[in-house]
Protein backbone atom coordinates (compact mmCIF):
# COMPACT_ATOMS: atom_id res chain seq x y z
CA UNK A 1 0.00 0.00 0.00
CA UNK A 2 0.95 3.50 -0.70
CA UNK A 3 1.87 5.73 1.87
CA UNK A 4 -0.48 8.68 0.34
CA UNK A 5 -2.69 7.43 -1.84
CA UNK A 6 -4.86 10.25 -4.45
CA UNK A 7 -7.96 9.64 -6.41
CA UNK A 8 -5.76 8.84 -9.90
CA UNK A 9 -8.18 11.49 -12.08
CA UNK A 10 -8.20 13.28 -14.33
CA UNK A 11 -11.19 14.79 -13.20
CA UNK A 12 -12.65 17.64 -16.58
CA UNK A 13 -15.11 19.65 -15.40
CA UNK A 14 -17.22 22.77 -16.33
CA UNK A 15 -16.65 26.26 -15.15
CA UNK A 16 -18.66 27.14 -11.59
CA UNK A 17 -18.60 22.91 -10.98
CA UNK A 18 -18.26 21.67 -7.15
CA UNK A 19 -15.31 19.21 -7.07
CA UNK A 20 -13.96 17.26 -4.46
CA UNK A 21 -10.78 15.58 -4.10
CA UNK A 22 -9.82 12.67 -1.40
CA UNK A 23 -6.22 11.20 -0.16
CA UNK A 24 -5.70 8.60 2.46
CA UNK A 25 -2.40 8.17 4.57
CA UNK A 26 -1.24 4.64 6.03
CA UNK A 27 0.90 6.37 9.21
CA UNK A 28 -1.97 7.21 11.81
CA UNK A 29 1.01 9.10 13.86
CA UNK A 30 1.24 12.12 11.11
CA UNK A 31 1.14 15.31 12.41
CA UNK A 32 0.11 17.67 9.93
CA UNK A 33 -1.07 17.78 6.41
CA UNK A 34 -1.44 19.64 3.54
CA UNK A 35 -2.62 20.24 -0.46
CA UNK A 36 -0.15 21.14 -2.53
CA UNK A 37 -0.72 22.85 -6.16
CA UNK A 38 1.38 22.26 -9.55
CA UNK A 39 0.96 23.73 -12.92
CA UNK A 40 2.55 21.68 -15.74
CA UNK A 41 5.76 21.93 -15.87
CA UNK A 42 6.53 23.94 -12.79
CA UNK A 43 6.95 23.22 -9.04
CA UNK A 44 4.36 22.55 -6.28
CA UNK A 45 3.15 25.45 -4.35
CA UNK A 46 1.22 25.38 -1.62
CA UNK A 47 -2.25 25.59 -1.21
CA UNK A 48 -3.46 25.08 2.39
CA UNK A 49 -3.02 23.66 5.03
CA UNK A 50 -5.25 21.07 6.39
CA UNK A 51 -6.21 21.23 10.46
CA UNK A 52 -7.89 18.66 12.43
CA UNK A 53 -11.34 21.12 12.32
CA UNK A 54 -11.40 21.56 9.02
CA UNK A 55 -10.62 24.62 7.39
CA UNK A 56 -11.85 26.95 4.15
CA UNK A 57 -9.82 29.57 2.21
CA UNK A 58 -12.37 30.84 -0.47
CA UNK A 59 -13.57 28.73 -2.28
CA UNK A 60 -11.54 26.29 -1.29
CA UNK A 61 -12.21 23.91 1.64
CA UNK A 62 -10.12 21.08 3.09
CA UNK A 63 -11.31 18.55 5.87
CA UNK A 64 -9.32 15.99 8.23
CA UNK A 65 -10.81 12.62 9.31
CA UNK A 66 -8.03 11.15 11.52
CA UNK A 67 -9.75 8.03 12.18
CA UNK A 68 -10.07 7.06 8.83
CA UNK A 69 -7.28 8.42 7.71
CA UNK A 70 -8.74 10.87 5.08
CA UNK A 71 -8.40 14.24 4.06
CA UNK A 72 -10.15 15.89 1.38
CA UNK A 73 -10.68 19.00 -1.10
CA UNK A 74 -13.19 21.11 -2.14
CA UNK A 75 -13.19 23.31 -5.12
CA UNK A 76 -16.64 25.40 -5.20
CA UNK A 77 -17.35 27.47 -8.56
CA UNK A 78 -14.31 26.02 -10.57
CA UNK A 79 -12.54 28.83 -12.46
CA UNK A 80 -10.49 27.96 -15.35
CA UNK A 81 -7.79 29.19 -13.72
CA UNK A 82 -8.19 26.10 -11.00
CA UNK A 83 -6.86 23.61 -13.95
CA UNK A 84 -3.85 21.92 -12.46
CA UNK A 85 -2.67 18.82 -10.19
CA UNK A 86 -3.28 19.03 -6.77
CA UNK A 87 -1.12 16.77 -4.97
CA UNK A 88 -1.66 15.72 -1.01
CA UNK A 89 1.03 16.01 1.20
CA UNK A 90 1.67 14.05 4.87
CA UNK A 91 4.20 14.81 7.15
CA UNK A 92 5.42 11.32 8.55
CA UNK A 93 8.24 13.34 9.37
CA UNK A 94 9.40 13.86 6.11
CA UNK A 95 6.99 14.78 4.06
CA UNK A 96 5.30 12.41 1.57
CA UNK A 97 3.58 13.13 -1.68
CA UNK A 98 0.13 11.33 -3.30
CA UNK A 99 0.61 11.29 -7.18
CA UNK A 100 -1.68 13.81 -7.40
CA UNK A 101 -4.80 14.55 -9.25
CA UNK A 102 -4.99 16.24 -12.39
CA UNK A 103 -8.12 18.23 -13.12
CA UNK A 104 -9.22 20.34 -15.83
CA UNK A 105 -11.98 22.87 -16.26
CA UNK A 106 -13.25 23.29 -18.79
CA UNK A 107 -15.05 26.95 -20.39
CA UNK B 1 12.65 37.80 -1.06
CA UNK B 2 14.69 35.27 -3.50
CA UNK B 3 13.17 31.78 -3.71
CA UNK B 4 14.78 28.87 -3.98
CA UNK B 5 17.32 28.24 -6.86
CA UNK B 6 18.55 25.63 -8.59
CA UNK B 7 20.71 25.20 -11.33
CA UNK B 8 20.84 24.35 -14.22
CA UNK B 9 17.57 24.33 -15.16
CA UNK B 10 17.62 21.58 -18.34
CA UNK B 11 20.60 19.02 -18.46
CA UNK B 12 20.81 16.64 -21.57
CA UNK B 13 23.76 14.18 -20.90
CA UNK B 14 24.95 10.41 -22.34
CA UNK B 15 24.56 7.55 -20.30
CA UNK B 16 27.51 6.40 -18.29
CA UNK B 17 28.19 10.41 -17.35
CA UNK B 18 28.40 12.27 -14.45
CA UNK B 19 25.97 15.19 -14.23
CA UNK B 20 25.64 17.34 -11.15
CA UNK B 21 22.40 19.72 -9.50
CA UNK B 22 22.66 22.67 -7.32
CA UNK B 23 20.56 24.20 -5.07
CA UNK B 24 20.65 27.47 -2.79
CA UNK B 25 17.77 27.45 -0.20
CA UNK B 26 15.55 30.16 1.17
CA UNK B 27 17.89 32.62 3.39
CA UNK B 28 17.66 30.81 6.64
CA UNK B 29 15.99 28.00 6.12
CA UNK B 30 17.67 25.12 8.02
CA UNK B 31 16.34 22.13 6.41
CA UNK B 32 16.86 21.23 2.68
CA UNK B 33 15.43 18.84 0.35
CA UNK B 34 15.92 16.85 -2.80
CA UNK B 35 12.93 15.23 -4.46
CA UNK B 36 13.23 13.72 -7.75
CA UNK B 37 10.02 13.59 -9.97
CA UNK B 38 8.75 11.50 -12.60
CA UNK B 39 5.91 12.60 -15.28
CA UNK B 40 2.64 12.01 -13.81
CA UNK B 41 3.45 10.96 -10.08
CA UNK B 42 4.40 13.04 -7.03
CA UNK B 43 8.17 14.22 -5.74
CA UNK B 44 9.78 11.67 -3.87
CA UNK B 45 11.89 12.54 -1.25
CA UNK B 46 15.32 11.50 -1.75
CA UNK B 47 17.50 13.03 1.27
CA UNK B 48 16.84 15.89 3.85
CA UNK B 49 19.01 18.16 5.50
CA UNK B 50 19.10 19.36 8.60
CA UNK B 51 21.51 22.30 8.20
CA UNK B 52 24.71 20.50 7.26
CA UNK B 53 23.50 17.22 8.48
CA UNK B 54 21.61 14.23 6.03
CA UNK B 55 19.45 13.05 8.46
CA UNK B 56 17.07 10.88 6.03
CA UNK B 57 18.57 9.53 3.22
CA UNK B 58 17.13 6.27 2.81
CA UNK B 59 15.42 6.44 -0.43
CA UNK B 60 19.19 8.23 -2.52
CA UNK B 61 20.46 5.07 -4.35
CA UNK B 62 23.79 5.29 -2.39
CA UNK B 63 25.58 3.11 -5.42
CA UNK B 64 25.57 6.06 -7.67
CA UNK B 65 23.60 9.05 -6.07
CA UNK B 66 25.52 11.61 -3.68
CA UNK B 67 24.48 14.68 -2.06
CA UNK B 68 26.22 17.85 0.15
CA UNK B 69 25.49 20.51 2.29
CA UNK B 70 28.37 22.29 3.26
CA UNK B 71 28.41 24.98 5.87
CA UNK B 72 24.40 24.43 6.30
CA UNK B 73 23.55 26.58 3.32
CA UNK B 74 23.83 25.80 -0.62
CA UNK B 75 23.64 21.39 -1.44
CA UNK B 76 24.86 19.68 -4.68
CA UNK B 77 23.07 16.39 -5.91
CA UNK B 78 25.48 14.16 -7.86
CA UNK B 79 24.75 11.14 -10.39
CA UNK B 80 28.02 9.30 -11.31
CA UNK B 81 27.33 7.53 -13.54
CA UNK B 82 23.60 8.29 -14.80
CA UNK B 83 21.66 5.95 -16.05
CA UNK B 84 18.59 6.24 -18.58
CA UNK B 85 16.13 5.48 -15.84
CA UNK B 86 17.78 8.73 -14.19
CA UNK B 87 15.95 10.67 -16.56
CA UNK B 88 13.55 13.09 -13.88
CA UNK B 89 12.85 16.40 -12.67
CA UNK B 90 14.71 16.74 -9.97
CA UNK B 91 13.45 19.40 -7.17
CA UNK B 92 15.08 21.37 -4.28
CA UNK B 93 12.77 22.56 -1.66
CA UNK B 94 13.57 24.14 1.62
CA UNK B 95 11.60 24.98 4.99
CA UNK B 96 12.34 26.08 8.37
CA UNK B 97 11.43 22.79 10.33
CA UNK B 98 7.69 21.57 9.93
CA UNK B 99 6.67 24.27 7.76
CA UNK B 100 5.45 24.80 4.65
CA UNK B 101 8.28 23.57 1.79
CA UNK B 102 9.20 26.14 -0.88
CA UNK B 103 10.06 24.50 -4.20
CA UNK B 104 12.31 25.57 -6.73
CA UNK B 105 12.23 25.48 -10.53
CA UNK B 106 13.86 21.99 -10.90
CA UNK B 107 16.15 20.60 -13.05
CA UNK B 108 14.70 18.33 -16.31
CA UNK B 109 17.53 15.76 -16.81
CA UNK B 110 17.16 13.90 -20.02
CA UNK B 111 19.70 10.64 -20.22
CA UNK B 112 20.00 9.50 -23.89
Known amino acids: RKEVEQDPGPFNVPEGATVAFNCTYSNSASQSFFWYRQDCRKEPKLLMS???SGNEDGRFTAQLNRASQYISLLIRDSKLSDSATYLC????????FGAGTRLTVKP | EAGVVQSPRYKIIEKKQPVAFWCNPISGHNTLYWYLQNLGQGPELLIRYENEEAVDDSQLPKDRFSAERLKGVDSTLKIQPAELGDSAVYLCASSTWGNEQFFGPGTRLTVL
Open chain 1, 89 to 96: VVNMGDMR
Open chain 1, 50 to 52: VYS
